[in-house]
Every structure is written in C-alpha cells, then in structure tokens.
C-alpha cells in the first residue's frame, strides 16, 4: 500500500454512498474522458462514488484523471499507482474494492464507457427487489476498433436466457464486465476465492453465481471497445489458451466435487485446443481427482473418432494412450 498516492477523501465516515464505482485505468487518455463523463453523468435517486484506479499509465491519463478531479471532488476520489500492480502479479480490480464504501460495486474499464444515464438507477433497482441475487448484469454494445476508426459490431446479451442466470450458464456466457453491479457484501464473500485467479471476469462471474443467482437487466446500458492494446486482446491464441488453462486449474483446485466435473469438461477443452500435452497437466489431472482423468480419455476418444478439433490427430492418440495407463494405476 505504500506504493499508492491517495489524493483525495471527500467523504466523512458517515456518508454512505449506495454504489462505489471502480474504475480501472492504464494508458487509455484517448477514451478516458468518455468513461468518466458517462459516470459523473448518471441520474440516481442516491448517493455514488467513483473511484478511479491509474495503474502507473505512462502517457496523459493521470493529468485527465487529476482534471476531473478537480471539476468533480465531491465525486471522484482517485489512486495513483507509482508501480504498475498488474505486472507484479496484483489485481488492480480487487485492489481497489478495499477502498470501497458503497453497498453495491459497479465496475468499468476506461476504455469502456456507459451509454445509459440510468445504469446504476435501473440495476439498484433490481438487485433491492430481489435480495436473493448476488449481482446484476445487462447487454453491451461491441466496438471494434479498425485503423483508429471505431466500428459498432453488434449487441451481447441478447443470447442470455429469459430468466437469471446460474452456475451453469457461466461456462457458455460471458458478460461485459462494463455491466456488472455487485452486492459488495457478497463480493467480500468471494474475494477469499481468488488467490492466483487472474481472470477477474469469468471467475468472478463463476463465484458470484455460486453465491447466488445473477439478475439480468435486458437492456444495453454499456459500450465495449475491442483494441489491440488491451491485456487480453494483445495475447496471441497460445497465451490465451495457456492463460485459460491456468484459471481452470485453479478453479478445479479450489471447488468441491459438486462442481469439479463441470471444470474438467471445460480444462480437457483448453488442453486440446491447445496441444497442451506435458507429464505435468496429466498429474494435475490426477492430483485434482482420478474422475477428471476419465473425463479427459473420454472427451479425447470421441474427438479422435468424431475428428472434432482439426489438430494432430497422433498428439491426440498419445495423450490418449498415457491418460489410459494412468486410469490403470488410479
């Protein structure tokens, strides 16, 4: 914490605010003032808070930041970061929620903005009508951007089911984490979950859901950009895969059986997707649990058949081989 440069505190101790925003910045002065004005322009019947996280940008995002400051400082209570956090391994996302004072977390990325004035108006309504639900979520528009031009590529969330969503629906759906408002009570439930988790989208949405079910606003309340620079869109397929691989891991460690199968499924996937064959990922498979190993040969040997993945198909036979010698042992 002696790293952080907290400049401003416009809140006494018994002013409770209904929702924290976190925004999460690095390097985004090109989209950064559209991220703030959408937040500072949102209409509610209650108190909310921004607090903007600038983790060591190197270019004019921290000037921005200090000059909304300055026309919001009732609003806006920035972090400056001296160090980079993400690059030593810290989640800038979790970091900041510590400094958090609202019931309700809404989280952005500052190339992200939100396009709904009535956002957190609309979510705060409905997570107060139904206290069973651990967050909210809605649709978002999709922006890729294309030689500096930014080009609207479609809506997500339309795919969502009419009803909320489960555990089970977060293997095949992904939220913008622009649309997320979470009971902070809850989110301190999840946060001793995290640990070596980085992924801070799916396996928030993975904890949460487990926590209890999702709300859905079927509404597009936020824009998503889609550029080089970001952290996830700058790794290569191989990282991605690989980067895949270790979340899934980690969550197949950390649930009970209820729901380890459902992970296997999903880690046999990224394994073969990604030629992942090492001694290594066969004894994690075992460390996990013998039963993930049966659920690897046979995902295998239906992919072998069926020639599901367009991949080495002699790669695929070895694997398949040495996961049947293993399941003899075990």
């Not at 809404?106 to 997570?127: H, T």
């Given at each position: 914490?002696?790293?952080?440069?907290k400049?401003?505190?416009c809140?006494?101790?018994?002013?409770?605010?209904?929702?924290?925003?976190l925004?999460?910045?690095?390097?985004?002065?090109?989209?950064?003032?559209?991220?703030?004005?959408?937040?500072?322009?949102q209409k509610?019947?209650?108190?909310?808070?921004?607090?903007?996280?600038?983790?060591?940008s190197?270019?004019?995002?921290?000037?921005?930041?200090?000059?909304?400051?300055?026309l919001?400082?009732?609003?806006?209570?920035?972090?400056?970061q001296v160090k980079?956090?993400?690059?030593v391994g810290?989640?800038?996302?979790?970091?900041?929620?510590?400094?958090?004072k609202g019931?309700?977390?809404?989280?952005?990325?500052?190339?992200?903005?939100?396009?709904?004035?009535?956002?957190?108006?609309?979510?705060?309504?409905l997570?107060?009508?139904?206290?069973?639900?651990?967050?909210c979520?809605?649709?978002?528009?999709?922006?890729d951007l294309?030689?500096?031009?930014?080009?609207?590529?479609?809506?997500s969330?339309?795919?969502?089911?009419?009803?909320?969503?489960?555990?089970d629906?977060?293997f095949?759906?992904?939220?913008?984490?622009?649309?997320?408002l979470?009971?902070a009570?809850?989110?301190n439930?999840?946060?001793?979950?995290?640990?070596?988790?980085?992924?801070?989208?799916?396996?928030?949405?993975?904890?949460?859901?487990?926590?209890g079910?999702?709300?859905?606003?079927?509404?597009?309340?936020?824009a998503?950009?889609?550029q080089?620079?970001?952290?996830?869109?700058?790794?290569?397929?191989?990282?991605?895969?690989?980067?895949?691989?270790?979340?899934?891991?980690?969550?197949c460690?950390k649930y009970?059986?209820?729901h380890?199968?459902?992970?296997a499924?999903?880690?046999?996937?990224?394994?073969?997707?990604?030629q992942?064959?090492?001694?290594?990922?066969?004894?994690?498979?075992?460390s996990?649990?013998?039963?993930?190993?049966?659920?690897?040969?046979?995902?295998?040997?239906?992919?072998i058949?069926?020639?599901?993945?367009?991949?080495?198909?002699?790669?695929?036979?070895?694997?398949y081989?040495?996961?049947?010698?293993?399941?003899?042992?075990?």
């Amino acid at each position: 914490m002696d790293s952080i440069q907290k400049t401003l505190d416009c809140y006494n101790a018994d002013e409770i605010p209904m929702v924290s925003i976190l925004a999460i910045t690095y390097n985004h002065e090109k989209w950064i003032a559209r991220a703030l004005d959408s937040f500072v322009s949102q209409k509610t019947n209650f108190k909310f808070e921004i607090l903007v996280h600038d983790d060591a940008s190197t270019d004019s995002t921290p000037d921005i930041i200090r000059e909304y400051v300055r026309l919001y400082p009732d609003l806006i209570r920035p972090i400056f970061q001296v160090k980079n956090q993400y690059s030593v391994g810290n989640i800038p996302h979790l970091f900041v929620t510590e400094m958090a004072k609202g019931n309700y977390l809404a989280f952005c990325e500052c190339d992200d903005f939100w396009n709904d004035p009535y956002k957190l108006q609309k979510q705060v309504d409905l997570l107060e009508a139904y206290p069973e639900c651990s967050m909210c979520v809605a649709y978002t528009e999709t922006i890729d951007l294309i030689e500096g031009e930014e080009i609207l590529r479609g809506v997500s969330g339309a795919e969502y089911p009419n009803r909320d969503l489960n555990f089970d629906d977060i293997f095949t759906l992904m939220p913008s984490l622009s649309t997320y408002l979470l009971r902070a009570e809850c989110f301190n439930k999840a946060k001793k979950w995290f640990g070596n988790i980085v992924f801070l989208d799916k396996t928030l949405l993975f904890i949460m859901a487990d926590i209890g079910p999702i709300k859905v606003l079927p509404e597009v309340v936020s824009a998503h950009l889609n550029q080089d620079s970001g952290v996830w869109t700058s790794l290569n397929a191989r990282k991605k895969h690989y980067f895949l691989i270790s979340v899934y891991e980690e969550l197949c460690s950390k649930y009970k059986q209820e729901h380890r199968h459902k992970f296997a499924k999903q880690l046999v996937y990224w394994y073969i997707e990604s030629q992942y064959y090492e001694n290594g990922c066969v004894k994690k498979l075992i460390s996990l649990s013998t039963g993930l190993l049966r659920t690897a040969q046979l995902t295998i040997k239906y992919s072998i058949y069926r020639d599901t993945y367009s991949i080495n198909i002699n790669w695929m036979r070895k694997w398949y081989r040495s996961l049947l010698s293993k399941l003899r042992r075990h």
